[in-house]
């Protein structure tokens, strides 16, 4: 056993008993640890059991130790009732697709040597939920200010120590250099050994980038903005090295969005770093444009659509004219293996796509329309709070709004050529700061909704909406 596994079974080890004392500590640190926990050196488990891996002991433990205290320590769901049933829904609808494919997996069990039952429950059910339930812990947990500022802090510190791996690991080439299948293939490469794929690590990274800069407001001193500038940079610079171009859509579209929303006297910005990128970072350009300006046989600039979209539009049409048929209510999850259109698509057209490749698409061929429509409304709504606290006076609210509304944008705008609206590993970080924001949201109403004669609210259930000079010098 190496020194560096050994230190992590240690902490790992401290923080599982530590959170018998105080499970929220704990679940802040099981943050941190998702930043290298799925890096290439990392057991995925241990003693050959399935799912018996560090992160899932881990978990495990904080979720006995709040499971335990929760009523100790007087903590409820109060949430607001239409968050709540949508949420119920979200959660719903993956079970129903789940057991609906269960029932009928049809195509599914010649996938890829065979898809058991057993591989649909574990992957699809329980892997599934498990990534959305630190983000519930972390709506119970988060009660003071201090709290929701420790759960800032790590979501940001998790970011941008993944950040740090890319931009150690990456060649400089990848943001330097060129577009051609060498420099992919690294890109690719060093991107799983980290624990993610290119295209999911560029819509994290696109969407914190962003996030990070919306502390900044958090922090007075010169000093401490710079470092927080310079957190930003080392995240935009790793997402610029990953090559994945649907997070760089997603980087530009997202900090256009939240300059219209807050931020407008940056727009001025724009035409200058459209101007700055392509010559500051060629290759990540090079990429971007990749399938632009192609010349045909009569010598014409012209633009590969199969290219630029990587064969995406030749699938799609076939993925619109399968949910056409059932517009309801889907064909359960994996609707595109189970129902023969991949192995159609991978015969006639040799395309090895196992699902749509939008998000979009994914849910209304997996879910129907019915399905869908609480997807999209916990989403908008959540998108809502988040914009609301972004463009709020108080800078905590700014902070926690701004990062995940950046996260969900993001990963919305990324959605149209890849990306999942089921919770998943790349996806943790954001479910967590949705859940923050939500519990910031909640706070709020309640300290609104408190009569001026009542007492302030005891330390535990203290209320957020003091403004930030209350928040230490250099706090980020």
């Known amino acids: 056993m190496s020194i560096r596994l050994l230190a992590l079974y240690t902490m790992v080890g401290g923080l599982c008993i530590y959170a018998w004392k105080d499970w929220f500590t704990s679940l802040c640190g099981l943050i941190l640890i998702m930043a290298i926990i799925h890096h290439e050196d990392m057991p995925s488990n241990m003693f050959g059991v399935q799912g018996f891996n560090v992160w899932n002991i881990m978990f495990l433990m904080i979720f006995l130790a709040w499971l335990t205290s929760r009523r100790r320590e007087g903590l409820r769901w109060d949430a607001p009732g239409h968050m709540t049933v949508l949420f119920l829904a979200y959660f719903g609808v993956i079970i129903v697709g789940v057991l609906r494919t269960g029932l009928d997996r ?38 003071t200010r201090k709290q929701v500022i420790l759960a800032l802090v790590c979501i940001l510190a998790m970011y941008f120590l993944l950040s740090l791996q890319i931009v150690k690991r990456m060649p400089l080439e990848s943001a330097l250099g060129g577009a ?26 696109a969407g914190v980038s962003w996030g990070v800069l919306a502390s900044l407001s958090l922090v007075r ?51 200058i770093a459209i101007l700055l990128l392509p010559i500051l970072f060629p290759g990540a350009a090079e990429r971007m444009l990749f399938g632009f300006g192609q010349t045909s046989a009569a010598g014409e600039a012209t633009v590969d659509e199969l290219s630029v ?29 189970r129902i023969g259109l991949y192995q159609h698509l991978l015969s ?5 796509f196992p699902h749509p490749h939008n998000m979009y698409l994914e849910t209304l061929l997996d879910n129907g329309l019915l399905g869908s429509i609480p997807i999209f409304a916990f989403w908008a709504i959540m998108l809502v709070y988040s914009a609301a606290l972004f463009r709020a006076d108080n800078h905590l609210y700014s902070a926690v709004g701004g990062l995940a509304l950046a996260l969900m944008l993001a990963q919305l705008f990324a959605g149209i050529g890849a990306q999942h609206f089921y919770p998943g590993m790349s996806t943790t970080g954001m479910w967590l700061a949705m859940c923050l924001a939500l519990r910031v949201t909640v706070e709020e109403k309640q300290s609104q909704q408190m009569s001026p004669a009542v007492p302030a609210v005891s330390p535990k259930l203290a209320s957020m909406r003091r403004r930030v000079d209350a928040v230490p010098a250099g706090v980020v």
């Not at 991107?191 to 999911?200: E, F, K, L």
């Open 180 to 205: 051609d299948e060498y420099i992919q293939h690294v890109r690719l490469k060093v991107c799983a050994s980290v624990g993610y794929s290119a295209c999911d690590t560029s819509t994290m990274l």
């Open 348 to 352: 006639d057209l040799n395309i090895s």
């Open 106 to 143: 049809g195509y599914l069990a010649g996938f890829s040597g065979g898809y058991s039952l057993k591989d649909l429950i574990s992957e699809e059910l329980i892997n599934t939920v498990k990534w959305g339930l630190p983000g519930v812990l972390l709506f119970y947990g988060c009660r």
């Open 221 to 271: 001193k010169r000093i401490h903005k710079l470092a927080v500038l310079g957190v930003a940079g080392i995240v935009f610079f790793g997402q610029a090295l990953t090559g994945g171009r649907a997070g760089y859509l997603a980087w530009g579209a997202t900090g256009l969005m939240l300059c219209l929303l807050k931020w407008r006297k940056y727009l001025i910005l724009a035409p």
């Open 309 to 337: 979209t990587s064969d995406r539009t030749v699938m799609w049409p076939y993925v619109v004219d399968k949910i056409v048929e059932s517009p309801l209510i889907g064909y359960g999850r994996l609707a595109m293996i």
